[in-house]
């Protein structure tokens, strides 16, 4: 028994944490207690050295002194006051106004708002518990059927984990060694692929299924004209001015990528600005107006907070500023918006900052109890391990990535995305560099794939968000007077289930188009090293004296 359990105790050492994790006990403590009991079982067998312990304070204090993790506080903060100082309402009730009747309109709305809450807020309770709050009750007020409500509102919210600025990704950065920026960057066009991918779920079920997703009654529309119409042209033609401006200031522009799309979006969205804002100025001194309501109401509730996300990314992109000082940066710029709206109190600046000294805490203590787990997991030679596990298995890179991908697919099932993160990243990522695997396409993946955790039924923390803000009971509407009949646990499942299809889908989208997260590295010269000739050009030497010196 001794000689088995001395040959081995790395993977005794990983099933006794997920044993201890399945029994309900916290994350950050089960860590620290697996790895020090472990650790002085190891002693007392002769397989652990005690001096790898003496590395502990040295290792805690790393974690303190982490530039990098400075990010999660700011970023919390920056999405917690931008949330509560109610512009995810103003953008779900501006957004849905401008879908109209279009059947599924507040779908799309809903999608579109939950990546602009991604790209503000990062935390997936705060996205999903606005959206629940705001948009369940108009969702079900006008017919959508339940399932596709919840579904979207919790898809919608899980845009948080992967579009940046992430939390999700700053873990996954510093977790794998890599840059927070190169991370930012990689995730940046698969996060638009994947909101891309939900709206085009909702094209289907729309012309599917109309019943259960129609538009608006034409009386619920607002933001109408003297004459009656919508004044879309003009919002159209505003949309169509902004693009072709910042294509005319971008055109010589040697940026390629994700920095192209920030910077040109920049130039788009500070023209779309400058219109509405003379647009007021002229009506309110001549009561002339050459924008419809409309058009001007949708530019002065998304042009701030699209500023503020393209501020922060465009800087972290270009390298002007490192992610902790664009989260700096964010945070500043959020208590701006929320004093120009006049939202702002004294009462929303303590709740944003206890909710944010919570989930920093949470963070760290998970942290320091995965540190005191690897040290024990390497003293073991566990790295050693996995590390021959993992890249033994057939297949290369690509029976690399599937078995991993499916092994942290069913993981998901019962863990979240911090235990998975502190826990199984670090054991990978090795592997993964070994076979030569780019981290941060790797990064990418894996986060695409731990999206899921959010949505699994019936432990996905996503279902549990709405769950707690959806009605448990029949009410009555307080528009249409109705009553309404509360949504049901199995709806809620049920809605995630084509969404979590959809997740995997683009998990393998990602795989098989790896240019979606490689182009962070830019655009390298091609280069054929075989057919660089040097030529060294022949030159008259004068003749050498060799005699002895002459003085």
């Known amino acids: 028994m001794i000689a088995f359990l001395i040959e081995n105790m790395a993977p005794i050492m990983f099933v006794a944490l997920v044993v201890f994790l399945l029994l309900g006990y916290p994350v950050a403590f089960s860590l620290g207690a697996v790895g020090l009991l472990f650790a002085f079982i190891g002693i007392e067998l002769g397989e652990f050295h005690p001096n790898f312990l003496q590395a502990l304070p040295e290792r805690v204090y790393g974690v303190m002194n982490n530039d990098t993790l400075l990010a999660i506080p700011f970023f919390t903060f920056m999405g917690l006051v931008l949330e509560r100082s109610g512009m995810a309402e103003d953008l779900l009730d501006t957004v849905g106004q401008l879908f109209g009747t279009v059947r599924g309109g507040l779908a799309y709305a809903v999608i579109f708002v939950g990546a602009l809450l991604a790209a503000t807020t990062g935390v997936v309770a705060a996205s999903v518990i606005s959206m629940g709050l705001i948009s369940l009750p108009i969702m079900l007020r006008y017919g959508y059927d339940r399932r596709v409500a919840t579904g979207v509102i919790a898809a919608s919210g899980t845009l948080a984990q992967i579009i940046p600025p992430s939390l999700v990704l700053i873990v996954m950065a510093d977790q794998l060694g890599r840059s927070v920026g190169d991370m930012y960057e990689g995730a940046f066009i698969p996060g638009l692929v994947l909101t891309g991918l939900y709206a085009l779920y909702i094209l289907v079920v729309s012309l599917l299924f109309p019943k259960a997703t129609p538009g608006l009654p034409p009386e619920a529309v607002g933001f109408r004209e003297d004459n009656g119409s919508r004044g879309l042209t003009s919002l159209g033609i505003l949309t169509a001015v902004s693009v072709a401006f910042a294509w005319f200031m971008m055109r010589h522009s040697e940026t390629k990528g994700a920095d192209f799309v920030v910077i040109s979006m920049m130039y788009g969205i500070i023209f779309a600005f400058a219109v509405a804002v003379l647009n007021w100025v002229i009506h309110r001194l001549f009561g002339v107006r050459f924008l419809s309501r409309i058009a001007q109401q949708t530019t002065f509730v998304m042009v701030p907070p699209l500023f503020l996300i393209f501020l922060v990314l465009g800087t972290i992109f270009i390298g002007v500023a490192t992610p902790t000082e664009g989260g700096a940066m964010g945070a500043t710029g959020a208590l701006l918006l929320g004093a120009a709206k006049k939202r702002l109190s004294w009462d929303l600046i303590r709740q944003a900052v206890q909710s ?166 830019g655009v390298a010269a091609n280069v054929d090293l075989k057919n660089i000739k040097i030529e060294v050009p022949q030159m008259d030497m004068p003749p050498m004296d060799l005699g002895p010196p002459k003085f």
Do not use: C
Not at 430 to 436: I, N, R, S, T, V
Not at 500 to 509: C, K, R
């Open 356 to 521: 944010t000294a919570k989930l920093s805490a949470f963070v760290i203590f998970i942290l320091v109890g995965a540190r005191v787990f690897s040290l024990t997991f390497y003293g073991v030679n566990g790295h050693v391990w996995v590390e021959h596990l993992l890249t033994s298995l057939p297949g290369g890179q690509f029976g690399f990535l599937l078995f991993v991908n499916i092994f942290v697919f069913f993981l998901a099932f019962f863990l979240d995305f911090f235990e998975l993160a502190f826990i199984i990243i670090p054991l990978l990522g090795p592997a993964a560099e070994k076979l030569g695997i780019d981290l941060i396409w790797f990064g990418v993946i894996l986060g695409v794939n731990m999206q899921t955790s959010f949505m699994h039924p019936p432990f996905g923390f996503a279902l549990f968000y709405l769950r707690s803000v959806a009605p448990k009971e029949s009410y009555v509407d307080r528009v249409t007077r109705k009553r309404m009949e509360p949504v049901t646990t199995g709806q809620i499942y049920w809605g995630a289930v084509p969404f979590v299809l959809i997740q995997v889908v683009m998990v393998v989208l990602v795989i098989l188009f790896p240019s979606m997260v490689m182009h962070y590295k």
